[in-house]
């Protein structure tokens, strides 16, 4: 097999290779580090590589996992892999090797995967494009002086590319969704704890969970690695049946509400509304019933409390890096955007914090209530499409938290947070193309805990509206 027979295939149709003896996991793994050497040059994708010697499943071929043999790329900082780098894409994070698997790593070298290396992400998850200090930027396949997205941005570079079918990626306010929009793969953000994240009492926005060229490869990775851990203190409903059967099963006449109009009041572009109003065509001709409508909830306030959630743990985190590397924390170790949220945390009162906590929990009311009478949401899901390279640049001398924020959430990625603090499933789908030629995602949303509905109606678009045969300027 060559590198571009190897590019063709998505992870399933890997696995089914080497399953036929067709192919073995270890001329895979050669051929995805090929790939590796061919394409980072260009995109700078990979943080770290994990040795041939370190990089096996914790199965062999005689208890075959579901993607045996499929190599991929772990998020840097998304999960510990024993022996590791475990940075969280910081300077101030060089030297800290993590001591033990986590148990997403765990699962996912139980579905037989491959572990070639560590993709890039910005400083600690902490922006929607990936150009961190520490790696420099990296580059959209599409469009090499654009941005991939982030803040899984190295994986969706690569799995665009051809370099692996699918990547780890993690989600807290649109980092699986807004770099598989940029990048045009697929992106699902599960619900909430439905695969093994951090345990947080507070709302827990992140998610684990990959990116991929298929809907049926981001299904069966679901299936591999989803269920709840002993103790855990969100338990979403347990899956009817394996989610790689829903994708080909044609759901029922859905109720589907639609909006093209961001919720921060940001312009639009209308490459991004275009991507909509098509898709939202395709579900009707399609049989399902299609109605423009907007969540009931108001961006300011929502906003306001979701800084509270998404920089409180700041604190602790730095102090879990001083203390594992023996650095400080200061402008030589970290971006500005990160010690804009850090300072944003000092000064949190609990008062404040209550207070907006009990403000997001009132907008997870009622954008429950609003999923009581519609099946899916449509939305873009960033305002533009995959913006120049450094354009959204996370050490910018003026970052406050509150500016740093609105940079990268209101006037650009304004409408995937809200489903990070609902906890409920949404998909970025590769449906559209701007007229410059990049990838243009299209965000879908049901209720919690039904990601069912969501892989049924992503099954019927990814064959009406196909995407396979795109292929970006830089590809394997």
């Known amino acids: 097999m060559n590198l571009k027979e190897y590019a063709s295939y998505d ?30 040059p260009i995109l700078n994708f990979l943080a770290h590589d994990i040795p041939v010697a370190e990089e ?42 993590a001591t033990e698997d986590d148990e997403l790593t765990t699962r996912f070298r139980k579905a037989g995967v491959t572990l070639v290396g560590q993709s890039t992400a910005p400083e600690q998850g902490n922006a929607t494009t990936t150009e961190s200090v520490l790696h420099g930027p990296t580059r959209n396949p599409w469009d090499t002086d654009a941005m991939p997205g982030g803040s899984s941005g190295g994986g969706a570079a690569a799995v665009a590319a051809g370099v692996t079918p699918l990547a780890h990626a993690t989600d807290g306010a649109g980092s699986i969704r807004v770099p ?18 951090p ?3 507070v709302f827990l926005p992140y998610v684990n969970h990959v990116v991929s060229r298929s809907v049926r490869d981001t299904a069966v990775m679901l299936d591999c690695i989803q269920g709840s851990v002993v103790g855990d203190i969100y338990t979403p409903p347990p ?25 921060s009041g940001a312009p639009v572009h209308p490459d991004c509304v275009n991507g909509v109003l098509a898709s939202a065509k395709m579900c009707e001709e399609m049989g399902h019933g299609i109605e423009e409508v907007t969540l009931p909830y108001d961006w300011e306030p929502f906003m306001e409390a979701f800084l509270d959630l998404w920089s409180y743990r700041y604190p602790y985190s730095m102090e879990i890096l001083e203390k594992a590397t023996g650095l400080r924390c200061g402008p030589d170790t970290r971006e500005t955007g ?87 499933p949404a998909i970025s789908l590769p449906l559209h193309h701007s007229e410059a030629g990049l990838p243009v995602g299209v965000q879908f949303a049901a209720p919690h805990g039904d990601e069912a509905t969501l892989f049924q109606l992503a099954g019927q678009l990814e064959h009406a509206m196909p995407w396979r045969d795109r292929k970006p300027s830089v590809s394997i």
Not at 180 to 197: D, E, H, W
Not at 239 to 256: D, G, M, Q, T
């Open 239 to 263: 899956p009817a049946r394996p989610y790689l059967e829903e994708v080909s099963i044609a759901p029922r006449p859905l109720k589907i509400g639609f909006t093209t109009q961001s919720p």
């Open 180 to 197: 598989a929009a940029c990048c045009g793969v697929v992106g699902l953000k599960p619900t909430r704890s439905r695969t093994p994240s």
């Open 199 to 201: 345990q947080e009492i």
């Open 11 to 40: 992870a399933v149709g890997l696995a089914e290779l080497v399953r036929n003896k067709d192919i073995t996991a270890q001329e895979l793994s050669a051929l995805a580090r090929e790939a590796i050497a061919a394409a980072n």
């Open 338 to 424: 990160s010690m804009a949220m850090l300072a944003h945390a000092q000064q949190l009162t609990m008062l404040d914090f209550t207070r907006n906590l009990d403000g997001l929990a009132a907008i997870c009311r009622k954008v429950g209530a609003f999923f009581m009478d519609y099946d899916v949401f449509i939305s873009p899901v960033c305002t533009r499409p995959a913006l120049p390279l450094g354009e959204l640049d996370a050490n910018a001398p003026d970052l406050t938290a509150s500016v740093w924020l609105d940079r990268m959430l209101g006037q650009y990625a304004a409408f995937t947070p809200i489903f990070n603090v609902t906890g409920q």
């Open 56 to 97: 096996g499943p914790l199965l062999d071929e005689s208890t075959c996992g579901a993607l045996y043999g499929v190599p991929f790329l772990m998020k840097e900082g998304g999960a510990a892999i024993k022996g590791q780098p475990w940075n969280m894409g910081s300077r101030l994070g060089v030297g800290r090797i």
